[in-house]
């Protein structure tokens, strides 16, 4: 199946099933992002933990978006995106890991706050 | 092309499509190189963020104090409802959507960014007005880098799909119209998933903070 043309029209069941992932990324989307506006503002749990959940929550729909819109998944067809992205956010994680760790350990060496 | 999409034989129409698919699927994988560099760029941008929001906040305001958690939610709402209707337009252009149909997702798209862009320009009014510049602290330098570098994106996806659009309707919409498409909704799509990041980080985090 090519990027930009298919031979089906858009009653065909192929359409119907690509539309449907839309749907349930844009929904699940949704979903996530009101969870965390509700945690963020609304004082269930500690600031702590609501914190961390918030956070995996961002990570849930991040996955989900990449899946759902750009269309990464484990097929054979989007392999080289796949192993593109998996790559960027090693790298990603040791940048902006690293990023933080290095200034966050001069702040606390400057006496400008603990680590 | 056109003419080929309304032959049924499958094995013809499966050998051209593979040898197109080539094609137009070096250039959109390009395309993904450009769009993980920027990704790395805008995760060291949130890095120095963190690092300027827990150190930095000097004698300015603290993210906690700064932020509401209103506004920012609509914005955000507007952005993913813009990332679904782009969607909606590429998806029905594969599949032999008219370019009326594919014109109007586009417009509505790119109308969606115009308000996410509106309302992120007047939280900055906003802050500004009430005195809280960049210049008043590290965390306020990072946050209107930071921001205005989504801010600066979607306003070139918005001019960029304003030329698209007037390319498609001087040229029709041919195989490249349709690769430039696909392009942009890549880069659309992206900057809602950078966005989850930056609501997270600066709004959610910020306001628990």
Redesign the interface.
């Given at each position: 199946?090519?990027?930009?043309?298919?031979?089906?029209?858009?009653d065909?069941a192929?359409?119907k099933h690509?539309?449907a992932r839309?749907v349930w990324?844009?929904a699940l989307?949704?979903v996530l992002?009101l969870l965390?506006?509700v945690?963020?503002?609304g004082g269930i749990f500690s600031?702590g933990l609501?914190?961390s959940i918030?956070?995996i929550?961002?990570v849930a729909?991040?996955v989900i978006?990449?899946w759902?819109?750009?269309h990464l998944d484990l097929s054979k067809e989007a392999r080289?995106?796949l192993y593109?992205?998996l790559f960027?956010f090693l790298?990603?994680i040791l940048?902006?890991?690293g990023?933080?760790w290095v200034?966050?350990d001069l702040?606390s060496r400057m006496g400008?706050?603990g680590m | 092309m056109s003419a080929t999409m309304t032959h049924e034989g499958a094995v013809h129409t499966a050998s051209h499509d593979h040898g197109h698919h080539d094609k137009t699927g070096t250039v959109i994988f390009g395309f993904w190189i450009f769009l993980m560099s920027d990704l790395i760029a805008f995760s060291l941008m949130i890095a120095n963020y963190a690092d300027a929001e827990w150190h930095g906040i000097a004698n300015g305001p603290s993210p906690h104090e700064l932020f509401s958690l209103g506004l920012p939610t609509i914005e955000t709402m507007a952005l993913l409802i813009s990332t679904f209707t782009f969607g909606l337009c590429t998806l029905g252009m594969k599949y032999g959507a008219s370019m009326k149909r594919t014109v109007f997702w586009l417009v509505v798209t790119l109308a969606l960014g115009a308000i996410f862009l509106g309302i992120e320009l007047y939280e900055f009014h906003e802050f500004w007005t009430e005195g809280n510049t960049p210049q008043v602290s590290g965390f306020l330098t990072a946050y209107y880098s930071l921001v205005g570098l989504h801010g600066l994106h979607v306003t070139s996806g918005i001019i960029w799909g304003i030329l698209l659009m007037v390319q498609m309707k001087t040229f029709g919409m041919n195989d490249l119209m349709k690769s430039r498409l696909v392009r942009l909704g890549l880069f659309w799509h992206m900057l809602d998933i950078v966005w989850i990041a930056l609501f997270t980080k600066v709004y959610l985090m910020g306001v628990l903070s």
């Open positions: 199946m090519s990027h930009i043309n298919s031979d089906l029209g858009m065909s192929e359409y690509a539309l839309y990324g844009f989307s949704i992002t965390g506006v945690l963020a503002g600031t609501a914190w918030v956070g929550l961002a729909q991040l978006q990449f759902a819109f750009m080289p995106d593109l992205v960027t790298l990603i940048m902006a890991a990023t933080v200034l966050a702040a400008m706050g | -």
